[in-house]
Structure formats: C-alpha cells, structure tokens
C-alpha cells in the first residue's frame, strides 16, 4: 500500500493520509445536507409533487455518487481529491431546468447522465488532459488564487463574518451573534495551530471548534447516532426511462446537457489544477495522470445520474484536506469510505455546521493565494489576464466566470504586445468560446 501511493517519495504517513481525507470529508460533509435540499426544492412552496425529488433518495445518491469519485480519483489517480455532486450545477439542475423550464426531474437526470457519458469520452480520447495542459502557468497560478479567494469569501460569509450592506455591498457582520463568535473563535485556534506547525492544524481545529460549540449550545449536539440509510428506489434507475422517452430531445434540453458539459469542464479542470498545484504536483506546467483524475468526475457523473443526483465535480474543499497533510489517493479513499458511513451515521451531520467549516476554508483560502506570488506581475500583457481570472471569482461567485474573463483577456494581451505566435492556439479557441458563452449567458 504505502508503495502503490509512494509514501515515502510524497513524505507522508498513514496518519497524516487519514487526517487528511477525514479533514477533507468534515469540509464537504455539508453537501450531504445541501444537496439534496437544492434537488428536491425544499424553499419552494406550492410546487407540483411530480416536480419534486424525494429527499431521502437524493441523500442516499448524494453519498454514492460521492464514494466512487472519490474512490476512483484515490485508487486510479492517487489524488488526495475529494469529489461529489457540485454546487451551482445542482442549482442549475434545480432551478433552472426543473423549475424553470418546467422539465421533468427525470428529463435533467439524462441530460446529466448524457454530459457525463460524453466527457469520459472525451477523457478516454486524451483530449480533456491536452486541453488543461495547454493553459499557461500564469492563468493556472491565477485560477489557483480565485478559487483560494473565492472559498475564503464562502466561509466569511457562510459563518456570518461578513453580511450583505446595502450601504456597501458587504460589510462586516454581526459580532454579538454567537454563531459569528464560534467561526473567529474558530479561525484564532486554527490560526494559533498553524503557526505552531501543528501537522493537521486544519482538522484539529474544526475539531475544537463543533466541541466548544456544542458545550455553548451554539451547535446543536446530535439526536442521535446511528440511522439506516432511506431508500433510493424513487429515483433509481430514472434516468433510463427519460432516455426512452421521445419528448427529451428537444433543442432545448441540448443547451441544459452543452451548459452541463461547459460548467463542469471548468469548474473541475480549474479545482483539479488548484489543489494538485498547492501540494506540489504540477511539474513544468503539466499535471501528472490527469487523464486519470478527469475519469473519476466522469464515471461519478454516470454513477448519479443513474441513483438520482445532478454532477459531480472535485471539491475545493479538498485543499483544506492537502493542507492538514495528504498528498496521496489513500486520503481519498478515506474520504470515500467516510461518505459511505454517513449513510448511517446522518444525525451526527448536524454538528457539521457552517460556524465549523469556515475556519477551515478561510484558512485554506489564505494558503492558496500564496500562488500569487510566482506570477510575473511585472509583465501586465500577464497581470491583466492573471488579475481578473482571481479577482472575478469571488466577485461573480463563480470559478467558470473568473475562467472565461481571464482566458478571453490573455490572447488578447498578448497579441497588443506583440507575442500573439507565443500563445498556444487552444488558447484562442477558448478565448472566443468563453466571449460566445459570456455573451449568451
């Protein structure tokens, strides 16, 4: 084992892998929640029941879904990525295509189903890995950085840190509020571990955080402990009478499965790149088995569609986990086998609060943007395109936005300086693909 995932090449150890994928699980462990609060619609009053997923067989997919991400991503690619059904795209999945357009839930589990069949060709073809390989350091360094300010401004305002300020579109948050006091309390004890260079800082520190929210009633302590998992019946297998059925294909359904396709692609090209880049992977600008880590959110994908959920991604909150130590897939098979406990173990989810998490993300936030710091500020033809990939993340609260401006501005600046010949001509491809897709957004 410690061979097959080259422990002593990487410098870790069985623990520091495990402390890693459970870090990574406590940072994800909300979507367990989310998901399938998103899918079925819960904030939406008076709606079709025929329009509505069923709670519990989301749940159940949700956690399915993520176990083979992660397990593929672990055992194939022997990255310490964790991966599950991505947020924004369940919102699309929900809101848009199922409410909005009034599709049935079945016809946008196919449209997932056909996305996911087409990127793992596109995989199997080497031509999602020549893709990736063909962006320039500086915008994957940049990418790196967005994500990092973008997770970091998640947490902020998921713990109430910051708020929404008519006056100045954000303002700093309440600071009596109890839940506001646990996350700084929260962040002070992971900070203090970090800077000691305690190994698994990141964890101990969401660790201490739910303990001293419990003893303040802060966090609710959990009803119970263990549960049998509901079952998936309502929504497995859905997806193959939606593919039978004659009224999905329509022109319309085409633009949910391309929009599936672009989002995706991305969202997970750019987190696969971010957190290989902070633990070190990335070696003269190429990532080493990509290929085999773009397969993984490919058959995950497949995987969901098929039990009831809408995409799966790999997860920025990975890099909370590579920062508590894992550098292997072993962590991810961790956190595979841990989304499969929870099948049983849901009531103890309930401490996994956003007070809890947003130390960890914040923190991480600070460590991805250390990337920064290796780009050629000095050349602006880099700076511009560098500049607003990062700063358009968090600000449009969307990582493929802050792709699509930055990639639409580099060909661009570097054609006005006279080094258009160095540009890799994929790179004008996505250019005038992303300025198509910003301006049909």
């Known amino acids: 084992m410690k061979k097959y995932f080259q422990f002593e090449e990487l410098g870790t150890n069985y623990r520091r892998e495990f402390l890693g994928g459970l870090t990574t699980f406590l940072a994800m462990a909300y979507i ?6 998103t899918l079925t619609l819960a904030d939406v009053e008076g709606l ?36 599950a059904p991505g947020l924004g795209l369940n919102a699309f999945f929900a809101y848009t295509v199922v409410l909005g357009s009034g599709s049935p839930w079945q016809h946008a589990l196919a449209a997932v189903f056909i996305s996911g069949v087409f990127f793992l060709l596109l995989t199997l073809t080497g031509l999602r890995e020549k893709l990736i390989n063909a962006i320039p350091m500086e915008l994957k360094l940049a990418v790196g950085a967005g994500i990092g300010l973008f997770i970091a401004y998640i947490g902020l305002k998921t713990s109430g840190i910051i708020t929404a300020s008519e006056a100045t579109i954000v303002g700093l948050g309440d600071l009596h509020n109890p ?6 309390f929260g962040l002070v004890v992971t900070v203090i571990l970090l800077v000691k260079g305690v190994k698994g800082g ?41 593919l039978g059925d004659p009224t999905f294909y329509t022109l319309s359904m085409l633009s949910v499965i391309l929009t599936f396709l672009f989002v995706d692609f991305f969202d997970n090209a750019g987190t696969l790149v971010a957190v290989a880049n902070q633990a070190g992977f990335v070696k003269d600008n190429k990532l080493p088995r990509a290929g085999r880590a773009l397969i993984s959110d490919s ?70 943007v250390s ?68 301006i049909t957004l």
């Not at 329009?51 to 022997?78: E, K, P, Q």
């Not at 839940?179 to 700084?184: C, D, F, G, N």
């Not at 101990?204 to 609710?220: C, K, Q």
């Not at 930055?406 to 054609?415: A, D, E, Q, R, V």
């Open 32 to 37: 367990l929640v989310v998901n399938p609060l």
């Open 48 to 83: 079709p029941a025929e329009l509505r997923m069923d709670y519990g067989a989301v749940f159940v997919a949700t956690a399915v879904s993520a176990a083979v991400g992660c397990f593929i991503m672990g055992i194939v690619a022997r990255y310490p990525l964790g991966l």
């Open 179 to 184: 839940e506001v006091l646990l996350a700084i």
């Open 202 to 242: 990141v964890f101990y520190g969401m660790v201490l955080t739910a303990i001293v929210g419990m003893i303040f009633t802060v966090v609710p302590l959990p009803e119970g402990v263990v549960s049998m998992p509901p079952s998936v019946a309502p929504t497995f297998g859905s997806v193959f009478s939606a």
């Open 299 to 368: 058959i995950a994908t497949i995987v969901g569609s098929i039990f009831g959920t809408s995409t799966v991604t790999s997860y920025v909150e990975s890099s909370s986990g590579v920062a508590a130590g894992a550098r292997t897939g072993f962590a991810s098979i961790v956190t595979g086998v841990l989304f499969l406990l929870a099948l049983f173990f849901s009531p103890v989810l309930s401490v996994i609060t956003s007070a809890v998490t947003a130390p960890a993300l914040i923190v991480v936030g600070i460590l991805m």
């Open 371 to 438: 990337s920064l710091g290796q780009i050629e500020w000095s050349r602006f033809e880099i700076a511009v395109p560098a500049f607003l990939t990062m700063i358009m993340m968090p600000f449009t609260s969307s990582i493929a936005t802050g792709i699509a401006v930055g990639f639409i501005f580099y060909p661009l600046t570097m054609i006005i300086k006279g080094k258009g010949k160095e540009v890799h001509p994929i790179m004008y491809i996505f250019g005038l693909i992303f300025l198509v897709y910003l």
